[in-house]
């Protein structure tokens, strides 16, 4: 008696979401062959870096190549985005992303699933960014009063084989963007990632959830189930303070072919089961991994890689033949006899796509000139490096936080590392390389605490994860993280008085509760948003102590820690 039910509820259903449920199946013992190509983390990047590495040019050329073999084989093709196309170079965030979105519809995009930081503009931007790429922004989980706010899966007929591709962005979405939801007032600065009108009155369903009831749906229409998430990979599924990602999604749900991810950016090459290989060398073969029957690739970041992957299709059974990560341009730093260092291309060089460049190159101009204003200078590296910025103290996270203090004379500083984007090279400072460092326009504010506050505030800083964007830098703060006990705590040098108050410097993003911190907006009467845009606060610090004597912000163990909770530090949260 079940069965029916089923069947009438699944053919209700798919009525409702308009799937034409009469299709007809692949021909027995016809073996299917297509391709599936994939990018993630773009983050701006249209034009190629100062060494010659990735960049749209150079990708559509290997995109056309592929295009063409695939064809000549007889095979068929689709091209995925895991999402997070906006934020991270001036050029491309001046000009809301539209050579970006121009170029993926150029290299031909069946479709993409949106990432957090499509939600750092206005949804009129986003709007706007739909029509520049004239391919479907897929989320099946992304909700606006009760309803699905963008299309969920999409099912492309690829030569008589129907590969259903839906979207899952994370529900960190809420966390990275928007903490505030609906309490925002006009007061908010607007412009950047927490801008109200981007996600106010939206809700990030769990993906996990959505997909377990959609999945089974997509299998009575499609042959092939793909999944284009923007959710992470985190190895064995150890996700740390982040959402849950794609492992624990793949083994939570059945009849998931292929997912196709990003958000973590990282490339997910497996060395054994459920390790990954977070040493790998472009060019170098890539294993993706694979959990409850479902294959997870991610290609790192920004357009450095396409990934590859060619399958198999023949009576219900689906078979990866290929798989592989084309480095696009990627160069390594080799000594050469005369001592000095030289870039390397890892793999053959890749000719730039004329027609595409000639698109690209009016965008790039015209950032250039606006950005290229010099604001001063360095006499040493400042580090910012993700890797590193988002684990342990680092001397950009000293001097963005030192350059807070003093703006808004504040006892100490908490700044999330998620918010630094970059290093600053040694040498002359822009106005673009700030921007950099800091894209998103997030405004500052403090609030005064007592010393007992001072405590739970620190203990909240000190619990995020090594890997995380809430891994804490600081100013003025000395202490122990002991086993998870905070002791022999100094503020501005001084040993912490339970007694006293002090002044917090922090980004109103992480006053609102962003990346996991306490609320202190609407929560603590004090606490105030002055509205100074953290770019341009560093921007004017950086003028005012030019040349930065980079050796005095390296970190010098001002807050050790000793024994702190281990997680994957290489899975980490943009
Ligand atoms: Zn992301």
């Known amino acids: 008696m079940k069965k029916p039910q089923i069947a009438v509820l699944l053919a209700s259903t798919l009525t409702a979401l308009g799937v034409n449920t009469a299709q007809a199946a692949p021909i027995k013992d016809k073996t299917y062959h297509f391709t599936i190509l994939h990018t993630n983390d773009h983050h701006g990047r249209f034009w190629k870096n100062a060494d010659g590495e990735y960049g749209m040019a150079a990708q559509k050329t290997v995109i056309d190549q592929i295009r063409a073999q695939v064809k000549a084989d007889g095979g068929q093709l689709l091209l995925l985005s895991g999402g997070d196309v906006n934020t991270g170079v001036p050029e491309s965030d001046m000009q809301d992303a539209e050579p970006d979105f121009k170029g993926m519809r150029k290299l031909g995009f069946d479709a993409m699933v949106l990432g957090n930081h499509e939600f750092d503009k206005p949804l009129p931007i986003l709007a706007k960014q739909q029509k520049w790429a004239n391919f479907p922004m897929l989320s099946a989980n992304v909700y606006r009063g009760n309803k699905p706010m963008f299309e969920a899966y999409k099912i492309f007929n690829k030569g008589g084989l129907k590969i259903a591709v839906m979207g899952l962005t994370t529900d960190d979405t809420r966390k990275a963007v928007s903490p505030d939801n609906l309490q925002f007032s006009d007061t908010w600065v607007s412009g950047h990632v927490s801008n109200p009108k981007s996600t106010a009155g939206i809700e990030f369903r769990k993906p996990a959830d959505v997909a377990a009831k959609l999945v089974p749906v997509l299998r009575t229409q499609a042959d092939v189930v793909i999944a284009a998430t923007h959710m992470g990979h985190y190895t064995d599924a150890n996700h740390g303070s ?87 341009n990627l160069k390594k730093s080799v000594t050469g006899a005369d001592g000095k260092k030289n870039k390397v291309l890892y793999t053959d060089e890749i000719t730039e796509n004329p027609e595409m460049l000639a698109m690209l190159t009016p965008f790039q101009e015209k950032g250039q000139k606006v950005l290229s ?150 929560v603590n009467p004090s606490y105030v948003n002055t509205g100074f845009v953290d770019a341009d606060v560093l921007k004017a610090y950086i003028q005012k102590h030019s040349p930065i004597q980079a050796a005095s912000f390296e970190p010098k163990n001002e807050v050790q820690r000793i024994n702190p909770p281990s997680v994957d530090v290489a899975a980490q949260k943009p």
């Open 242 to 328: 982040n959402a849950a990602g794609d492992v624990e999604m793949a083994r939570a749900v059945n009849g998931i072919d292929l997912i196709v991810g990003g958000h973590s950016q990282n490339p997910v090459c497996m060395k054994a089961e459920n390790v990954r290989d977070d040493a790998y060398v472009p060019g170098g073969e890539c294993k993706p991994d694979r959990q409850n029957g479902a294959w997870i690739v991610q290609a790192h970041e920004w357009g450095k890689y396409v990934g590859r992957a060619d399958f198999e299709y023949k009576n219900g059974q689906l078979n990866l033949v290929k798989y592989a990560l084309i480095p696009i």
């Open 373 to 522: 204003v010099e604001i001063g200078a360095t006499n040493g590296i400042l580090d910012g490096d993700r890797s590193r910025v988002r684990s342990q103290a680092t001397s950009l996270g000293n001097l963005i936080a030192a350059a807070m203090q003093e703006k808004l004379k504040a006892d100490f500083v908490v700044l999330n590392s998620g918010g630094v984007r970059d290093s600053i090279a040694d040498g002359k400072i822009t106005y673009k390389d700030v921007l950099k460092v800091q894209p998103f326009g997030n405004t500052l504010g403090y609030a005064e605490l007592s010393g007992a506050q001072v405590m739970d505030y620190l203990n909240a800083a000190l619990k995020m994860s090594a890997g995380s964007g809430g891994f804490p830098q600081f100013a003025g703060v000395k202490a122990v993280y002991d086993n998870g006990v905070l002791r022999d705590v100094f503020i501005n040098n001084q040993p912490l008085d339970l007694k006293k108050t002090y002044r917090l410097g922090v980004g109103d993003f992480m006053a609102a509760g962003g990346d996991g911190y306490p609320k202190l907006k609407g």
